[in-house]
């Protein structure tokens, strides 16, 4: 039997501090969408969230509530789960850092990097926020403040154990010139090198001022610094018996201000223990609120019972997605996720499903089959780049043929299609679709898939079907939006269900509105 490939993706694990808000949603949907089209293509996929319930911040929390750190964290873990249930997230694992197996993973990871030498005793003196549970240097600081907290930094001096962070720049360096798509977006790639060249000072990975966190095995009196016990997460989860085969991952997504220390410490900690490092790690930009970052700490926050009250739960999906570009900042508006689901989910793709439906209950349908299907030329312009939507759909679909030219390199191709054009022209979408969502170009994807069910809508304008009532092209559309609806269904999967199950019903017919007007 010939096993099937596997897709590995994880979230970070957050802080469970307070209830999710739309930040946390972002990432996580990311992941979901990321697990949904693998398992489509036929991937055995594992998806991995959770929470980083250890740390400073947590300890703080817990007792400005009156509870112990686990109380703490266990009354709001719930909270987070049904988050995810609502927003439709379908995860394999929700890891927590306080889980029996991660715990005991941490402290053998901690004992072999010892008795290697890769851990050492000293004494730790500079800035630490503890909103970001992340040490700054004086020139990182912004005015004496911590540069993403906007608060006064504190200065720490205490007894700690180091990990020799500094050993391994060259080989962090030789990694990343190997493997250019390791740091994503490749705009973020340079910034992390250019500090990396710059020098890595050893990091402090213990603490002695408080002790919510896992023990050093090699010394009790410390608990092990937050990010060398949640980083590990990512690998500890593969570890139970039959998890194996999912390391390393191929993609961590994260926000863009915890990319240090998934591009550098873990590596780093990775390497020290000569365990295969991960394929891709992904830092997507934030969604801010009139211009800021979304962050309760700083008042800027919108939960995701609110994002879901405002029209829905895929059209909430779907408005992350589409709003920004995927691994760039978008600013959250209540305005534009209405317009979008009005202009787009509504009008567009509602409207299409609505006019096909009724029209296949008036008319019936009649099987075509496709014949023309693109050339392995036109395939392989499209996985390098060098064809876009505007050249894959046509201007004018009232004729009864097109002439599509195939742009490559080594020169024009024409061919007449007949009926079967908008087909032809789906996969050629559906090939456009695919490199762009397995680029993680998740905003341009959703623009390819609705550059399309605006052609199907013009097709029927143009052909007047509704008078013609040609049962040719209502087969054309049923089966272009049973495709249509492939291709959503990582994205906003309740609506693309319905839509399968209207268009493979045994009598199709017009059916409830796929999406109601906001007002």
């Known amino acids: 039997m010939v096993s099937k490939k596997k897709f590995y993706v994880t979230t970070p694990i957050y802080y469970p501090n307070d209830i999710p808000h739309v930040g946390h949603a972002y990432t996580t949907i990311a992941a979901d969408i990321l697990a949904r089209w693998f398992k489509i293509k036929g991937y055995d996929v594992f998806f991995l969230t959770g929470t980083d319930d250890h740390g400073k911040k947590i300890a703080l929390a817990a007792k400005k509530a009156g509870k112990s750190p686990k109380e703490f964290t266990d009354s709001l873990i719930p909270k987070f789960k049904q988050a995810w249930k609502r927003l439709n997230i379908k995860y394999d694992r929700f890891i927590r850092t306080t889980d029996k197996d991660h715990e005991k993973f941490v402290q053998k990871a901690l004992q072999e990097a010892y008795d290697k030498g890769d851990i050492y005793k000293g004494e730790y003196e ?97 608990c092990c610094y937050v990010w060398f016990d949640a980083l590990y997460n990512y690998y500890s989860a593969t570890r139970k018996k039959g998890k194996e085969k999912y390391w390393p991952a191929d993609i961590h997504l994260i926000g863009k ?9 873990w590596p780093a900690f990775l390497l020290s223990a000569g365990i295969k490092l ?116 046509t201007d004018n679909p009232k004729d009864n043929f097109y002439i599509f030219e195939e742009h490559i390199e080594e020169g024009g191709k024409y061919g007449r299609v007949f009926s079967e054009a908008i087909r032809y022209i789906l996969e050629g979408i559906c090939l456009l679709v695919e490199k762009q969502v397995e680029e993680y170009e998740l905003d341009k994807a959703l623009n390819t898939i609705f550059a399309f069910i605006d052609y199907c809508n013009q097709y029927i304008q143009n052909r007047k079907i509704w008078e013609t009532g040609r049962k040719r092209d209502l087969y054309e559309l049923k089966e272009s939006i049973l495709k249509i609806a492939e291709l959503l269904s990582p994205f906003i999967p309740e609506s693309a269900e319905k839509i399968k199950k209207q268009f493979t019903a045994k009598k199709i017919k017009k059916g409830e509105i796929l999406f109601r007007k906001i007002k």
């Open 257 to 265: 201000d915890i990319l240090w220390f998934h591009s550098v410490y």
């Open 278 to 393: 991960p394929e891709v790690v992904f830092a997507h930009g934030w969604w801010t609120f009139d211009k800021e970052k979304i962050s309760k700490s700083r008042g800027k926050v919108i939960n995701v019972d609110e994002l879901i009250a405002i029209a829905g739960v895929d059209s909430a999906r779907y408005f992350l997605f589409r709003e920004g570009v995927f691994g760039e900042d978008g600013d959250f508006s209540e305005k534009v996720l209405v317009e979008r689901h009005n202009n787009e989910l509504a009008n567009k793709l509602g409207n299409l499903v609505s006019r096909v439906a009724t029209l296949i209950e008036r008319y019936g349908v009649e099987k075509t089959e496709n014949k023309i299907h693109p050339s392995e030329e036109f395939k392989k312009a499209i996985s390098k780049g060098k064809i876009e939507i505007k050249e894959i759909l």
């Open 126 to 222: 500079g800035y630490y926020c503890t909103g970001c549970e992340a040490y700054y240097t004086e020139k990182d600081l912004e005015n004496g403040c911590c540069p993403i907290h906007k608060t006064k930094i504190e200065k720490l001096k205490e007894e700690t154990y180091f990990f020799k962070l500094s050993k391994y720049q060259k080989q962090l360096l030789d990694y990343y010139k190997k493997n250019p798509n390791f740091i994503s977006p490749k705009n973020r790639r340079q910034e992390i090198i250019n500090r990396v060249k710059e020098g890595l000072k050893d990091l402090s990975i213990s603490r002695t001022s408080f002790n919510w966190g896992i023990p050093l095995p090699f010394d009790k009196k410390h």
